[in-house]
């Protein structure tokens, strides 16, 4: 299971591989969720008890059903602009973060775990009084999803979406003989301090949309969009987020969500090989639906949006 993926992880160059922000400090369109009841597509921010700013776009009819997306490492809301367009398309509203240290979110070095990704979602939630959303979650931002719909207040959340997620959990161990060897994250973090601008021009480019397999139609402005997202965020904070990726344990987490869960995964993910995550995940939650997409990547939510949506869209409305 494990020796594609780790091959194609280690083909990267080895060479590519404060305290919280004042408030002040971030520029912000508007503060908190009342720009909102103007009728405006509002761009704001909410900010958390230890004083962090979460940047948060949320468009469209505020009577609508949510659907709140989340990112995955290292990127942005902007990774979600076509399922934030597409939803929009169709009525609902849409909702997308910036996790603290990534984005235009305050550039943190401490709180980079998940149990704290998670209260800031707990956070934004109640702030924009969400209720009967449904969270979809990219690859570190499924891992989001399984802590904050465990731990959801009830009528917060009616579905869950994990498109190659993280869950269960990534690294290797005794408990989890098919995951990738430490070394693979050591060498994640070594390349982000060497070279964090070559780095992340490198996985885009590679095995993250699967552009380095044979026949591939290579995006140059999937791959600078990606490196953009990434670039805007802290080096701390992706730095501490790759532990919290790999090696946060989302079990107890799956076997607590009570609500409709679709598992979407590609078989030729070599970010997140699906034997090690969507194959197990499945076994654990009491409600949930795997579907397998033969071929495609780790991003397939960006290369194949137009299999992807509306997959989402009947999950969304079944």
Same mark, same amino acid.
């Given at each position: 299971m494990g020796g594609g993926a780790i091959a194609a992880l280690a083909m990267l160059p080895a060479g590519a591989a404060t305290a919280l922000a004042a408030p002040t400090e971030t520029a912000s369109p508007a503060t908190g969720p009342h720009a909102a009841d103007k009728g405006t597509h509002a761009m704001s921010f909410i900010t958390t008890k230890d004083g962090v700013q979460i940047f948060y776009k949320?468009?469209? *009819?505020?009577?609508?059903? *949510?659907?709140?997306?989340?990112?995955g490492w290292p990127l942005s809301a902007d990774d979600w602009d076509n399922q934030m367009m597409f939803f929009l398309a169709h009525g609902y509203r849409v909702i997308a973060h910036d996790r603290r240290g990534h984005g235009r979110s305050t550039q943190t070095d401490t709180g980079n775990e998940m149990d704290t990704y998670a209260a800031d979602v707990i956070a934004l939630a109640a702030a924009l009084d969400l209720k009967n959303a449904v969270h979809i979650g990219h690859s570190t931002g499924g891992g989001e999803v399984a802590r904050y719909v465990a731990r959801a207040e009830k009528g917060r959340v009616a579905k869950a979406v994990l498109i190659g997620a993280v869950p269960p959990i990534m690294v290797k161990s005794d408990k989890n003989p098919g995951g990738l060897p430490m070394e693979v994250f050591d060498g994640f973090r070594t390349q982000l301090v060497a070279n964090r601008?070559?780095?992340?021009?490198?996985? &885009? !480019? @590679? &095995?993250?949309?699967?552009? /380095?397999?044979? =026949?591939?139609?290579?995006?140059? @402005?999937?791959?600078?969009?990606?490196?953009?997202?990434?670039?805007?965020? @802290?080096?701390? !904070?992706?730095?501490?987020?790759?532990?919290?990726?790999?090696?946060?344990?989302?079990?107890?987490?799956?076997?607590? +969500?009570?609500? *409709?869960?679709?598992?979407?995964?590609?078989?030729?993910?070599? +970010?997140? %090989?699906? !034997?090690?995550?969507?194959? $197990? !995940?499945?076994?654990?939650?009491? /409600? =949930?639906? $795997?579907?397998?997409?033969? @071929? $495609? %990547?780790?991003?397939?939510?960006?290369?194949?949006?137009?299999?992807?949506?509306?997959? $989402?869209?009947?999950?969304?409305? =079944?």
């Open positions: 949320d468009w469209g *009819p505020k009577t609508a059903q *949510p659907i709140v997306f989340h990112h601008a070559q780095f992340y021009r490198d996985i &885009p !480019a @590679g &095995p993250f949309y699967g552009f /380095n397999r044979p =026949g591939a139609k290579v995006s140059e @402005g999937v791959i600078n969009n990606w490196w953009r997202q990434g670039m805007i965020g @802290g080096i701390k !904070a992706h730095y501490d987020c790759i532990k919290a990726f790999s090696e946060t344990d989302f079990t107890e987490d799956l076997k607590k +969500i009570d609500v *409709p869960v679709l598992i979407m995964h590609g078989d030729d993910d070599q +970010i997140v %090989p699906i !034997a090690d995550s969507a194959h $197990l !995940a499945i076994k654990l939650v009491k /409600n =949930g639906t $795997l579907k397998v997409y033969k @071929g $495609l %990547p780790h991003g397939m939510a960006t290369t194949h949006a137009d299999t992807i949506n509306p997959d $989402l869209l009947a999950f969304v409305k =079944g």
